[in-house]
């Protein structure tokens, strides 16, 4: 029962579009998810988890901020690299954020080539963006690296109001840790594709669950939340 | 019973309905072009530029807050629309996803009347006077 593999044409046979759709489907006494494997409906469910932990981590940046009577150190200085003798704000995290957003674009091509069976583009495709996500994880450690031989600390920094460097670490160290559970996972199912573990539906050694092509889309959902996590913290932590 | 009777009605519609909706396009899984994630791509990396130029231009105060935020929504919007198929999918899940976020917008209302209330005690009781 658990295999039949519905996935997602979005409308199925059968299915009321609109708000009669919604009513209809939560209220079937059944699944309320249809077209959607279990698989896909944890991982937005496990996503939306942990929108809030990344906005409470934001929250409190913008509370430390909001309430301080000292000065916030300007990000677009603490951030600025000099480069063939010029001076360049932010100019690191902009080539992550070109970095991430690339990573995304791979990764979506991947779901792609997926779907269609590909196993070798799909796998490459899934290996480029574990590299994008290896480099943005190495630059993020160069950045931490340089702002801890500055002198910022969780409790304290040179430029100003203390919490910077505790938002900072915590934010920023929390979205790393993410990515880097990302190019973990991505390497895991690459191999799995690349084996050809998706064409002959091998079971899983966890789970002994039937292997399908959707967990390729399922992983994007888990790497494109991460570049979508990076959009708000570009914006509202070094922009602002 | 009123369950049954939807799903019957439900089933009834199922020819006329699903065959149209289910395109070639829909055939297995999440199939789109190509060249609709490369458009989105060009997209992000045009939004990404402009975000960062408004710090590079040094923009300052109400200007600069609206077109953070402007192009930080756009850039989410797309993500999840486009790269996270949420476009394609049934509302049930769409609203069961993105409505539950609203509630974060609601603690931050919260969080900046508490911050400024703090603010304003800080700077009565223990702001050193420079």
């Known amino acids: ?240 | 019973m009123t369950n049954a009777a939807v799903h019957m009605e439900g089933q009834l519609h199922a020819p006329a309905h699903g065959a149209v909706a289910t395109g070639a396009v829909h055939a297995k899984g999440q199939q789109h072009p190509i060249k609709l994630y490369l458009v989105v791509w060009g997209w992000l990396f045009v939004l990404s530029t402009c975000s960062y130029l408004v710090d590079y231009f040094g923009l300052h105060g109400y200007l600069r807050w609206s077109l953070i935020l402007l192009f930080m929504v756009l850039k989410a919007g797309l993500i999840v629309a486009v790269f996270m198929h949420m476009a394609w999918e049934r509302l049930a899940l769409a609203y069961a996803i993105l409505t539950p976020p609203i509630a974060v917008l609601v603690f931050v209302a919260i969080m900046v009347l508490e911050s400024e209330y703090t603010h304003f005690l800080r700077e009565l009781f223990f702001a050193t006077p420079s």
């Open chain 1, 1 to 240: 029962m658990a295999e039949t593999a519905l996935t997602h044409p979005s409308e199925g046979p059968g299915r009321l579009p609109g708000w009669r759709g919604i009513a209809a489907d939560w209220a079937s006494d059944q699944r309320a998810f249809k077209n959607v494997s279990w698989g896909k409906a944890m991982m937005w469910i496990f996503l939306l988890s942990d929108t809030f932990i990344f906005s409470c981590f934001l929250l409190s940046y913008m509370t430390a901020r909001m309430s301080t009577t000292v000065p916030w150190p300007n990000p677009s200085e603490v951030f600025a690299l000099n480069f063939a003798g010029k001076h360049i704000p932010l100019i690191l995290i902009a080539i992550m954020t070109f970095i991430l957003i690339s990573s995304s674009g791979t990764m979506a091509m991947a779901v792609n080539f997926g779907y269609r069976r590909d196993r070798v583009r799909t796998a490459a495709l899934m290996l480029v963006t574990a590299a994008f996500g290896a480099t943005f994880v190495g630059m993020q450690a160069f950045e931490w690296t340089k702002l801890i031989m500055e002198g910022v600390r969780p409790w304290g920094n040179p430029w100003g109001a203390p919490q910077f460097g505790a938002s900072f670490f915590m934010i920023t160290g929390f979205h790393g840790t993410h990515v880097t559970i990302g190019v973990i996972f991505l390497i895991a199912i690459a191999r799995k594709v690349l084996r050809g573990d998706f064409d002959v539906e091998r079971r899983g050694f966890f789970t002994s669950r039937k292997g399908y092509y959707e967990i390729v889309e399922i992983m994007g959902l888990y790497w494109h939340f991460v570049d979508l996590v990076w959009v708000f913290i570009f914006a509202l932590f070094y922009l602002w």
